[in-house]
T-cell receptor, first 112, second 112 residues
C-alpha cells in the first residue's frame, strides 16, 4: 500500500527564517510527487510536480527537491502570507494509477 | 480565481434531504474527481470520471452518487446523509489521469 508521511506536523517560523518540510514516501513505481498549498476552508493550490530523483523546481520563495525516498520543500526567507498547510501527494503505477495518495500535511505558521 | 468552479460554497442539509453539489471546469481536462476532506485531515478520493468512465472508491457509501452530464461537468448527488458526512467536498480536474490536479474551492457541507 502506498504511504506518504510528512514532517513536522506543524512548524512555526519567524519571518525571514528559512526551513524545510519533509515528505517521505513508499510506493510501487512512483509516477509523480506533488506539492500543494491549502489555506483554511479552501481547496488545495497546486505548487509543483516532480517525476524523478534529482529533479528540482522553484517558485518564488519555494523550492522542491526529490530523492528516491523523499521530497523536501525548502522555504527561503518566508513571509506571513506563506502561512498555510502544505500537502504532499504521490501517484504510483499500477491499476489505480489515477489515485493521488496524500500525506497529512504540515501546518506552517510564519510570524511577523 | 480557480478554474474549477464548485457550487454551492456552503450547504446545510437534514438527514432526509436530497441535494446536489456541482462542479464545472473549462480547461478541457479529461479527468474529474470528487474528494472528501475532514478537518485537519488529507483529502480522500471518492470518485474519478475519466474518458467517460467512472471509477469508484469502494468504501464510499451509496448515499453518494456521482453524475457526469458531459466532460466539463461533474455532479455529486446526496441522499439520506449522516452527520459524520459533514466535511469539505472538493472537486478537481486534470489533463491526464493522476496528473497535477486543479482543485476547486470546495463545498462546506453540514448535515444536521
Amino acid at each position: 500500500e502506498d504511504q506518504v508521511t510528512q514532517s513536522p506536523e506543524a512548524l512555526r517560523l519567524q519571518e525571514g527564517e528559512s526551513s524545510s518540510l519533509n515528505c517521505s514516501y513508499t510506493v510501487s513505481g512512483l509516477r509523480g510527487l506533488f506539492w500543494y498549498r491549502q489555506d483554511p476552508g479552501k481547496g488545495p493550490e497546486f505548487l509543483f510536480t516532480l517525476y524523478s530523483a534529482g529533479e528540482e523546481k522553484e517558485k518564488e520563495r519555494l523550492k522542491a527537491t526529490l530523492t528516491k525516498k523523499e521530497s523536501f520543500l525548502h522555504i527561503t526567507a518566508p513571509k506571513p502570507e506563506d502561512s498555510a498547510t502544505y500537502l504532499c501527494a504521490v501517484r504510483a503505477g499500477g491499476g489505480s494509477n489515477y489515485k493521488l495518495t496524500f500525506g497529512k500535511g504540515t501546518l506552517l505558521t510564519v510570524n511577523p | 480565481d480557480t478554474e474549477v468552479t464548485q457550487t454551492p460554497k456552503h450547504l446545510v442539509m437534514g438527514m432526509t434531504n436530497k441535494k446536489s453539489l456541482k462542479c464545472e471546469q473549462h480547461m478541457g481536462h479529461r479527468a474529474m474527481y470528487w474528494y472528501k476532506q475532514k478537518a485537519k485531515k488529507p483529502p480522500e478520493l471518492m470518485f474519478v470520471y475519466s474518458y467517460e468512465k467512472l471509477s469508484i472508491n469502494e468504501s464510499v457509501p451509496s448515499r453518494f452518487s456521482p453524475e457526469c452530464p458531459n466532460s466539463s461537468l461533474l455532479n455529486l448527488h446526496l441522499h439520506a446523509l449522516q452527520p459524520e458526512d459533514s466535511a469539505l467536498y472538493l472537486c478537481a480536474s486534470s489533463q491526464v489521469q493522476g496528473d497535477g490536479y486543479t482543485f476547486g474551492s470546495g463545498t462546506r457541507l453540514t448535515v444536521v
